[in-house]
């Protein structure tokens, strides 16, 4: 072997460990797993949030790789007694409110025999949320995404596949509001879900992932029992952090590699 051929070796061998970080240690699968999706769909040509679309060949085979590997399939609901849950838990978890939840991954969880919590934005149409983040995000492209009519969200409901929690009004950037709107972003929205679908609404998704203390201390108030983030990572102590859970995020980008390694220890590397 050249020793060009083996620095190549090397620098490929540095980049995989870094990447798919083989070397973070297994956490133990007595602690649930809680997975974050946003879409379930093909991804889009020159698209800026790729990121966040699964393709459904990959989303299936994820499912049976869970299936085949002994999880068992929770919500969010079911942490609220986190010691009931059998070792291996993996809660799925959906942000926003795409109809492609239900046109694409609802057949495929009734196929695996899995079941998902769906964070709803309250009024979802016509917005382009991702503005409220950064004012440069102005392409249009989360609003041109078809939203669940509540008419579907009933079905999706009926099913007993899914479970709703709050994920504010409009997508809001919490940190930018004032006490008084804040409450209605978070308090106001859960009731209004609660009462329209006649179902418990008490677990809260902070949009962005962007949040502080007086966030959590809304989100408690509202008579949310659970909120998640986006921190990457499982949760060591659930109760203890029920109001900052932290989230395992699914990337469109993901191979099945890299999809098992961050159920395996919470990270995939970069």
């Known amino acids: 072997m050249t020793s060009l051929a083996a620095v190549l070796i090397g620098l490929i061998v540095v980049v995989f460990s870094h990447r798919i970080a083989w070397w973070r240690p297994t956490v133990d699968y007595s602690r649930p797993r809680i997975l974050m999706y946003h879409m379930v769909c093909e991804a889009q040509a020159d698209a800026k949030f790729n990121k966040l679309r699964v393709c459904p060949e990959r989303f299936e085979e994820q499912l049976r790789w869970l299936r085949e590997q002994g999880w068992h399939f929770a919500l969010m609901s079911d942490l609220e007694h986190p010691e009931s849950l059998p070792v291996k838990t993996v809660i799925l978890t959906f942000d926003d409110g795409y109809e492609d939840n239900l046109l694409n991954a609802d057949p495929l969880l009734e196929r695996f025999d899995a079941r998902a919590t769906l964070y709803v934005v309250e009024d979802r149409f016509d917005r382009d949320w991702s503005t409220s983040k950064k004012a440069h995000h102005d392409s249009g492209e989360l609003m041109r995404e078809s939203k669940l009519s509540d008419t579907q969200l009933e079905q999706m409901i009926e099913s007993g596949r899914w479970e709703i929690g709050g994920h504010t009004r409009t997508h809001a950037n919490l940190a930018t509001l004032e006490s008084e709107q804040r409450d209605i972003e978070i308090a106001e929205a859960r009731q209004t879900l609660a009462e329209r679908f006649a179902v418990p609404v008490k677990s809260f998704a902070y949009p962005f992932g ?61």
Do not use: N
């Open 210 to 270: 962007i949040y502080g203390p007086e966030d959590v201390i809304a989100a408690k108030a509202a008579g949310f029992t659970t909120a998640v983030t986006t921190k990457e990572g499982i949760a060591q102590d659930v109760s203890a952090q029920a109001m900052e859970l932290p989230r395992i995020k699914v990337s469109g980008k993901d191979s099945m590699l890299a999809f098992r390694q961050r159920i395996r220890a919470g990270f995939r590397g970069t």
